[in-house]
């Protein structure tokens, strides 16, 4: 996979992009308010880099925002000690769920019952109602931390019947097809889990494209993958697998995975996750900004793991499967594309991509994927 960086103003997606303006051109620190103007999210500005599997599109506000609190600096020893022990808790957790998640009722031979069999699946919405948008600097919190879609939990199991494709050798036709068959898999776990909370989902309108194409968030390279919270649609490059390692390129799930984090990121937009990070990550100091971000995307990478352990069961994922999209988080990670181990960036090391993709896998919870309480040690 070439080292390049993932992601522009408005994107949402896999890879590990810079995210925010161009280079030279930081924004500007608003004067302190205490209401968030929410206007109109705009067109993108260009952001270097931007190309590679699985970026992602953010709206940037076009009117000024409130000058963030600074976070609550605590003990960083403690820190350390406390996010290293929930770690071990949480790796053992992991390995006792997803083992049991590839193995359980069919190892015993029993039939399973499928949850929302009577689900109606609705059409893709080419004319999404409008974002949940931020309205006072209270919300920025509410919205990322304390978001009242944590307390939903995923149908499971679920019924997916999608069309297994490989990119390289689909046709454009035949992945319409497969994408519009996987978007109608996720409506059937997100949209009855956003009801929990009193949100709406929107089944997003699918794309697929080879060279470059133009959105209304800007365009979007060839080799990736994107949410674009503009028109609230997804987009998919046929040519995505030739920037992905060869090893995992043509296992199965790779295209589930890439597509479940996409619309893991329409979650964000939908529940109000996705807006109010956007505004910490266009206002606070590089270093915050970044790591917003990362708490952005790999709550995406677990929202992706939530879906897919829904429809493991139906979709017949082995333990060859799983090992192939662990494989695939780490080698999507920034320290891996960087080839620098220590480097920080906006995506999340391997590691981090990779753990909190098996903590998705390991619930059906929703709060088992908030990040932005997480500790920084495990968003790094």
Known sequence: MTQQQWGRQGQQGFGGGQ????????????????????????PPS??????????????QPSSPLPTPRPPQRGNPVLKVVVAAIVGIIAVALIANVVTDLVGGQ???????????????????EANPPELPLPKVEADLDRLTKRNKVYDSTVPSPTRCEMT???????????????????????????????????LTFVRPVSNV???SIQSPCGKIPAGNAVYCAANQQIYLSTTLNQVLPPEVAGGRFVVETVIAHEVGHAVQYRTGIGAAASYEIQNLPKAESLEVNRRLE????????????????????SQTDLANIRTLMVAIGDDTL??????????????????????????TKVGACNTFVAPATLVK
Request: glycine share 14%; hydrophobic share 30%.
């Open 209 to 211: 494209y080879s060279t």
């Open 298 to 317: 790999v709550q995406a990478d677990c929202f992706a793991g939530l879906f897919l352990e829904s429809v493991a069961r139906s979709r017949g994922m």
């Open 106 to 124: 069919r190892a015993q031979g029993q039939t399973t019952q499928y949850q929302q069999e009577d689900y109606q699946v609705p059409p893709p």
């Open 46 to 59: 260009q952001v270097p880099g931007a190309g590679g599997p699985w970026g992602g599109q953010w709206q």
């Open 19 to 42: 995210w925010g303006p161009p280079t030279g051109q930081r924004p500007v620190a608003p004067q302190p308010s205490s209401r968030v103007q929410a206007g109109p999210w705009g």
């Open 164 to 198: 297994e494709i490989k990119l390289g050798t689909a046709t454009k036709t035949q992945i319409k097809k497969s994408m519009d068959e996987l978007t109608a898999c996720l409506s059937r776990v997100w949209d009855p889990t956003l009801q929990q909370a009193g």
């Open 338 to 363: 960087s080839g620098k181990p220590a480097v920080v960036g906006n995506h999340g090391h391997g590691s981090s991509r990779q753990y909190w993709a098996e903590m998705g896998l390991a619930s």
